[in-house]
């Protein structure tokens, strides 16, 4: 019974293949909406109509320092490479409750998150367990551990495949 249990080492390098896989759509995922973020920071014409309610602001001609040279500096560092394209391609192609599963497992399960608590900012540990995990996903620990299982065979499947295809 435990032998069957057992991976070869081919079946061991396909599954790392396809964590690795993971890892890169979500610095794909956070690369997109770091995007998305940078571009929508800044104020406009509007924005300081509204808060200057309706006047134009008087303008001291100088305003203290620069941002755009750092926005310009994040949009270079965080652009999509080809590697984080053909995994996003990968990834896409799994049912979204697989999605979510490996996506939790390689981001948060059994790892320790620091946070500090607003109100006596003190740090603050999380350990993300199985439970946890679960938990954000509002399924049973059980129904997890299938579905990253099931979501890892699936995206192993796809590798294989586009391989063949190449």
Request: hydrophobic content about 35%; some cysteine.
């Amino acid at each position: 019974m435990a032998e069957q249990n057992r991976k070869t080492a081919e079946q061991k390098l396909w599954r790392r293949k396809a964590e690795q896989t993971v890892e890169q759509y979500l610095d794909w995922l956070f690369c997109d909406q770091d995007g998305q973020s940078i571009a929508k920071e800044g104020r406009s014409i509007m924005g300081v109509w509204a808060d200057f309610h309706g006047d134009i602001p008087k303008s001291s001609g100088f305003s203290g320092f620069c941002t755009l040279a750092a926005k310009v500096d994040r949009m270079r560092i965080r652009h999509a490479t080809d590697w984080m394209i053909a995994a996003r391609d990968a990834v896409m192609q799994l049912e979204p409750q697989y999605i979510d599963a490996v996506c939790i497992d390689r981001f948060y399960r059994n790892k320790t998150k620091v946070a500090t608590d607003p109100f006596n900012e003190k740090r603050v540990e999380i350990y993300y367990g199985d439970q946890e995990c679960a938990w954000l996903l509002k399924i049973s620990p059980e129904t997890l551990r299938k579905r990253i299982s099931r979501g890892y065979q699936a995206l192993e499947e796809v590798l294989q495949s586009n391989k063949r295809a190449a």
